[in-house]
C-alpha cells in the first residue's frame, strides 16, 4: 500500500514540477522580449513609430514571441513612447491539456534625443 502512494505522490510532484518548467518556458522569452522593448523605445532618437514598429516585430521574432500588427498598438507622446502588446500562448501544464496562457506588456518609456547625431540604437 506504501508503493502505491508513493507513486502518487512523485507523480504529483512530476507534474508540478512539468508545469512549473512550462511556465518559465514561457516567461522566460517574455521578459527578454520586454527588456528589448524598453531599450528599443528608450533609446529610439528620431526613430518613425513605423521604425520602431518593425524593430518592436523584429524582438518579437527574435525571442519567439507571438506579436503582429494586431496585437501591438505603439504610441508617441511628446518624449513618451507607449507600447502595448497582449498576446496569448498555449501552455501544456499536464501532457494533453493546453491552456492559452495570457500575456500582456505595457510600456511608458521616456525617449531620450541623441546629441550632435549620435546613434542611439545599433542597426
Do not use: C
Not at 518556458?25 to 522593448?37: H, L, S
Not at 533609446?43 to 494586431?70: C, H, M, Y
Amino acid at each position: 500500500m506504501k508503493t502505491i502512494s508513493t507513486i502518487i505522490k512523485l507523480a504529483i510532484v512530476a507534474v508540478l514540477i512539468n508545469g512549473a518548467w512550462q511556465l518559465f518556458n514561457a516567461y522566460w522569452p517574455f521578459y527578454k522580449f520586454k527588456d528589448a522593448v524598453n531599450f528599443t523605445t528608450q533609446f529610439r532618437g528620431d526613430k518613425s513609430d513605423e521604425q520602431i514598429r518593425a524593430k518592436i516585430l523584429e524582438l518579437a521574432t527574435q525571442f519567439d514571441v507571438p506579436v503582429n500588427d494586431d496585437n501591438l498598438v505603439l504610441r508617441r507622446e511628446e518624449k513618451h513612447t507607449i507600447v502595448d502588446i497582449s498576446y496569448k500562448r498555449d501552455i501544456v501544464f499536464v501532457p494533453g491539456v493546453k491552456y492559452a496562457w495570457p500575456f500582456t506588456l505595457h510600456t511608458d518609456t521616456f525617449t531620450y534625443q541623441a546629441t550632435n547625431g549620435e546613434e542611439l540604437i545599433p542597426k
